[in-house]
C-alpha cells in the first residue's frame, strides 16, 4: 500500500472507544467491528509520541498511521487498535529519547542504540491487542504491516491473516530507517522502495 498525500477523512468520520482492559487502549473505526463475517481490515498501531503528536520526521509511524486510516476511510471498514505502551517500540519515550542522542552522536540506527542502552531493541507485546479482537470475536483480518511478527502472533492466537498489505513510505529521509526496519528488525519492506539496499551502501552514499 502507498500513500503519498494526506489524507482526506475527517475524525469525525471515525468513531472512537476506549476499551476497558486494565490499561490504555484506543481502537479507531469505521462500520462494523464486532463478529465481521468477513476479514476486517486491522491496523495494530505502536504509539509514537513524537512523530503522532509532535510531527517528528524521524521516522514514519505517523505516515503510516494515516495512510491506514485512509485505507480504512476508503473501504468503510476497518479498525486501527493504538497502542500507547509500545512507545518506543516497548521501552517508553524516555528511553527512545535517549537513543535519539545516541543516533545523533555515533550515526546509529535504533536497533544499535537501544543495544547500546542495554535495552531490548523490540519489547513490544500484543497481549492487550489480542485480547480486544478476541473480544470483538474478530477470527479473520487483513492485516496492514509490514511487520511479520505482528502476523505470526496473530497466527498463532487463531486470528486468520487473510493477507497482509504492505504500507511503506517511500521518502529518502526515511532510506536510513527503512533499511534498518527491513535488514534488523526482519520487516517485510521491498527493495524495489529502496534507493540504497542497505546500510553501507547508504553510508557511502551520503
Ligand atoms: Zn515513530
Redesign the pocket.
Known amino acids: 500500500m502507498k500513500n503519498d498525500r494526506r489524507p482526506n477523512w475527517l475524525m469525525g468520520s471515525y468513531k472512537i472507544r476506549h476499551h476497558g482492559i486494565d490499561t490504555d487502549y484506543g481502537i479507531i473505526y469505521k462500520g462494523n467491528i464486532e463478529n465481521p463475517q468477513k476479514p476486517i481490515l486491522l491496523r495494530i498501531n505502536s504509539a ?1 509520541y ?2 503522532d503528536i509532535f510531527g517528528c520526521q ?2 514514519d ?1 505517523n505516515w503510516q498511521l494515516l495512510a491506514a486510516m485512509d485505507e480504512i476511510d476508503k473501504q468503510g471498514n476497518g479498525m486501527i487498535i493504538y497502542d500507547f505502551n509500545h512507545e518506543g517500540r516497548g521501552a517508553g519515550l524516555t528511553n527512545k529519547l535517549k537513543s535519539y542522542a545516541l543516533m545523533d552522536k555515533y550515526n546509529y540506527t535504533t536497533f544499535e542504540a537501544f543495544l547500546s542502552l542495554g535495552i531490548e531493541p523490540d519489547s513490544r507485546n500484543y497481549n492487550y491487542a489480542i485480547s480486544i479482537l478476541q473480544d470483538l470475536k474478530i477470527k479473520s483480518v487483513d492485516l496492514i504491516s509490514n511487520n511479520l511478527k505482528k502476523e505470526s502472533i496473530l497466527i498463532e492466537h487463531g486470528i486468520q491473516v487473510n493477507q497482509r498489505i504492505s504500507v511503506v513510505a517511500n521518502k529518502k529521509e526515511w532510506q536510513n530507517y527503512l533499511i534498518s526496519k527491513k535488514q534488523q528488525f526482519g520487516h517485510d519492506i521491498d527493495e524495489k522502495y529502496f534507493i540504497y539496499s542497505n546500510l553501507a551502501e547508504l553510508e557511502q552514499g551520503e
Open positions: 509514537c513524537t512523530s524521524r521516522c509511524c
